[in-house]
């Protein structure tokens, strides 16, 4: 008798605990409901009036509750996504951003869940929130900060122009890939990021292999001495990178800098040094592109025959090859290109 008391006791038990937890999942859900259709609601009222508030012509319904301020920010960032070309516009929908979402974002970077964390720094990026720099620089080094958040904020630096990103980075002991400096040293104008390439050697490794693409992904001549600087190095990784970052601005001053890496050990720096002979079509090269078109690796092979056609009479070149050169991979490969030129097929 006592254990099937026992049992009673246990099943009625598990019976309350399932439908308390029933009742409060209903709960929840209409309330949900009710908070989405509230911002629904709310949604399609700024939608209405947005472009007059923006304009100056009527006076935005501050949002008072979370159903409006949830409303506002996505018709907001809908609007802005919209208009970022209209600079008058933009600068309008940030003064909005800063005057009514300032203390909700401020509160969530404070928030447990990472994922509100995050959006909100996503939010500040998007809408150039000046105002709450100073919040995400403050929880740059909390503990509990992760790595993407750490990096969303050196993004809101890089496009505020904020010089502590230079603070930062310098001090910085972790390491981020490599893409993710390049992403923010784009982002940098000229001031700010010569204030890196000045002090290039003061960073690790993997942030001076970045600033080197950065110097060519501006397309900038007056870096091109900098760069240049690198083909000299010792280290293979420079060079790569300077080749990588030439290739970019499609010019050097002096094409023969480039000559030792046509020879060089690392198939990357060979397959690199033969892509920027495309762009700088010098017959000089056209015996060193000859050569790689026998080389070990397939990459440097397809890029030297592709820069061979892009000069004046590449198209000769290749088909001399197909007929006449003693190796079966520079024939095989000449003739691949002049059938991507839309020749017929020379090989034999």
């Not at 495309?278 to 592109?289: N, S, T």
């Amino acid at each position: 008798m006592n254990g099937i008391f026992i049992i009673f006791q246990v099943s009625l038990l598990l019976f309350i605990v399932l439908n308390v937890l029933f009742i409060f999942l209903v709960i929840r859900k209409v309330y949900a409901n009710k908070f989405q259709i509230q911002k629904q609601h709310w949604k399609q009222e700024y939608l209405k009036h947005i472009d007059l508030v923006i304009r100056g012509k009527e006076e935005l319904l501050f949002p008072d509750k979370l159903s409006m301020i949830e409303a506002f920010e996505e018709v907001l960032a809908r609007y802005y996504s919209l208009m970022k070309g209209n600079t008058d516009i933009a600068s309008r929908i940030e003064e909005l951003a800063e005057q009514v979402l300032h203390n909700d974002y401020k509160k969530k970077l404070k928030h447990g869940r990472w994922s509100i964390r995050m959006n909100t720094l996503h939010r500040i990026e998007k809408f150039r929130m000046v105002s709450l720099i100073e919040d995400c620089v403050a929880i740059y080094d909390k503990e509990r900060t992760s790595e993407l958040e750490s990096l969303q904020i050196l993004r809101i630096l890089a496009n505020l122009q904020d010089e502590r990103i230079y603070t930062i980075l310098v001090n910085e002991e972790r390491e981020f890939p490599s893409f993710y400096y390049l992403d923010l040293f784009v982002r940098l104008n000229e001031r700010l990021f010569n204030q890196f390439t000045d002090a290039v050697k003061d960073f690790p490794l993997t942030i001076q292999f970045s600033l080197i693409e950065a110097m060519g992904e501006r397309g900038d001549y007056s870096y091109i001495p900098k760069i240049e600087f690198y083909l000299r190095s010792k280290n293979a990784e420079f060079r790569i990178r300077a080749l990588k970052s030439l290739n970019k601005v499609g010019y050097l001053t002096d094409a023969e800098k480039i000559r030792p890496s046509l020879n060089a050990e690392s198939w990357q720096e060979r397959m690199m040094a033969a892509k920027l002979i495309k762009p700088l079509r010098d017959k000089r090269f056209i015996d060193d592109l000859l050569i790689l078109l026998s080389d070990d690796n397939w990459w440097v092979r397809t890029t030297a025959a592709e820069s061979i056609i892009a000069q004046q009479n590449g198209v000769e070149i290749l088909e001399d090859v197909v007929h006449t050169h003693v190796d079966r991979f520079a024939r095989d490969i000449a003739n691949e290109w002049l059938l991507r030129k839309g020749k017929k097929s020379v090989f034999r």
